[in-house]
């Protein structure tokens, strides 16, 4: 849960589509959530589990499998943002063997594991599985049908009452990838029992003997047979929803980063307090900051110190649930973009670097998968609207007019799709006072002078 700021829960009135997904979660024991990022897969999630835990007593431990920077604060968050959520009691399964059995056996609603420690939880409760009901946030990362993680949930599968998949894009290599997906749902009832028939069904051996290529009329056969089982739902089939959605990725850092982070920050705080703060000295303090949300500092020699990689662990995680889809990703320093193509280096996505009116052409095209700019040389003149709907803020800047501008990028007229805005904010950080003065439309220089100021508060205080 955020730290630093306090949370101001919000009554949630849920849109059409969300109102038929919770009915959904309430009456079907196994769904696949497919909705796109920014749709609000958590809080239908949580308002169904809260729906059948308090309301209809039908189930009473909630498990979550999610990536890790996802599990450390999303679930969390979404829970202490809604008035209706208030008591939901959200338990993180995380750190040590001993941590998470600690957490494990606090009295809670729901436990949010990371998929990596999947096989050790099972090991770990082996034939006295507590959970009657599994959310699995980001189906798609259980496709593999080899994988450990997906051998050991089909284990446990026939002790889960109720089971949900949450994902944006369920097939993106291919029809080959759903059968460990529905197989977790529906236990093989809709897609054959396992992985060689449905591949002897629906597929045909390449000619080199490598891989397989659907049948003819394969893909309308597959769809049909799992349309009672998934809800499929893209961003632009929903008109109640505005044209461009705002989707707040929260990062927590880890303990040892949190340490530093509050150290730094109390330091360059206290290094002002009782001067006049000047525009210029705030901006300076406040770019500092953001650096160190970001995971990296200048020195004064402009030599670049590595602090942490949650940010850059959250943003590939992001990246992951994307599965495939183009994101035109803005960075601040220009140690952010250093750590991001590195990050992406050992990915096989076509990254390019927004430079040259071939690499927009490039983009427009569909021929660049992740294209990197600073909103300052991306802000105006540039259409990029038909090489994709997903913007990316790695790292926030003050300036409303660069802000806007960078998203009207892709949010402007010819673009086809709803854009949704990602943005990665540091909890407890400053990235949340920026984000806060975006959101109200009010990221100005009184807006920087008010955060800092009451930053510096908090810190004489503690």
């Known amino acids: 849960m955020a730290t630093g700021t306090l949370i101001e829960r919000k009554r949630f009135v849920p849109h059409d589509y969300q109102r038929y997904c919770i009915n959904r979660?309430?009456?079907?024991?196994?769904?696949?959530?497919?909705?796109d990022l920014g749709l609000g897969k958590t809080v239908i999630t949580l308002t169904a589990v809260n729906d059948l835990k308090y309301n209809r007593f039908t189930v009473s431990r909630t498990l979550v499998i999610a990536p890790k920077k996802v599990a450390e604060a999303t679930w969390?968050?979404?829970?202490?943002?809604?008035?209706?959520?208030?008591?939901?009691r959200i338990i993180t399964v995380l750190g040590t063997?001993?941590?998470?059995?600690?957490?494990?056996?606090?009295?809670?609603?729901?436990?949010?594991?990371?998929?990596?420690?999947?096989?050790?939880?099972?090991?770990?409760?082996r034939n006295a599985w507590p959970f009657d009901m599994v959310?699995?946030?980001?189906?798609?990362s259980f496709k593999n049908h080899q994988a450990k993680r997906f051998k050991v949930l089909s284990w446990v599968r026939p002790h889960i009452k109720r089971i949900v998949g949450l994902t944006g894009t369920p097939a993106p290599n291919g029809l080959l990838d759903l059968w460990a997906q529905m197989f977790l749902l529906d236990q093989g009832q809709r897609l054959e029992?396992?992985?060689?028939?449905?591949?002897?069904?629906?597929?045909?051996?390449?000619?080199?003997?490598?891989?397989?290529?659907?049948?003819p009329g394969a893909d309308d056969v597959i769809q049909r047979k799992i349309a009672d089982l998934c809800i499929s739902m893209k961003a632009e089939d929903y008109l109640e929803l505005p044209d461009c959605v705002t989707n707040v990725i929260p990062v927590m850092l880890d303990a040892k980063a949190a340490k530093q982070y509050k150290q730094m920050e109390k330091d360059l705080l206290l290094e002002i307090e009782g001067a006049e703060i000047t525009a210029t000295s705030a901006a300076v303090l406040s770019g500092k900051l953001l650096q160190l949300c970001n995971g990296a500092l200048y020195d004064e020699a402009r030599q670049v110190h590595e602090i942490?990689?949650?940010?850059?662990?959250?943003?590939?995680?992001?990246?992951?649930?994307?599965?495939?889809?183009?994101?035109?990703?803005?960075?601040n320093f220009?140690?952010?973009?250093?750590?991001?193509?590195?990050?992406?280096?050992?990915?096989?996505?076509?990254?390019?670097?927004?430079?040259?009116?071939?690499?927009?052409?490039?983009?427009?095209?569909?021929?660049?998968?992740?294209?990197?700019?600073?909103?300052?040389?991306?802000?105006?003149?540039?259409?990029?609207?038909?090489?994709?709907?997903?913007?990316v803020w790695f790292g926030l800047n003050w300036s409303l007019e660069l802000y806007q501008q960078a998203n009207g990028r892709l949010h402007r007229q010819g673009q086809k799709q709803k854009v949704i805005l990602h943005h990665l904010v540091v909890q407890g950080g400053a990235d949340e006072d920026v984000m806060a003065a975006l959101e109200g439309k009010a990221a100005t220089q009184d807006k920087l002078l008010e955060a800092l100021k009451a930053r510096i508060e908090r810190v004489k205080e503690s």
């Open 76 to 88: 969390g968050n979404e829970a202490a943002k809604w008035e209706h959520l208030k008591h939901l």
């Open 25 to 35: 979660v309430l009456t079907d024991e196994a769904l696949g959530l497919l909705l």
């Open 193 to 215: 029992k396992n992985i060689t028939g449905y591949r002897t069904k629906y597929f045909e051996r390449n000619y080199d003997g490598h891989g397989y290529t659907a049948k």
């Open 135 to 140: 959310v699995l946030d980001e189906l798609s």
């Open 334 to 391: 220009q140690h952010d973009r250093d750590r991001i193509l590195k990050a992406l280096n050992k990915t096989s996505l076509r990254v390019r670097e927004l430079k040259t009116p071939q690499d927009q052409m490039d983009w427009n095209a569909g021929k660049v998968d992740i294209l990197l700019a600073h909103p300052a040389s991306a802000a105006y003149g540039l259409n990029l609207q038909d090489g994709g709907n997903h913007v």
């Open 308 to 331: 942490h990689d949650n940010k850059i662990e959250a943003f590939k995680e992001l990246i992951e649930q994307l599965n495939g889809r183009s994101a035109l990703v803005f960075y």
């Open 97 to 125: 063997a001993q941590q998470r059995i600690r957490a494990l056996n606090t009295p809670g609603d729901v436990w949010v594991i990371n998929r990596d420690n999947v096989a050790w939880l099972v090991e770990y409760y």
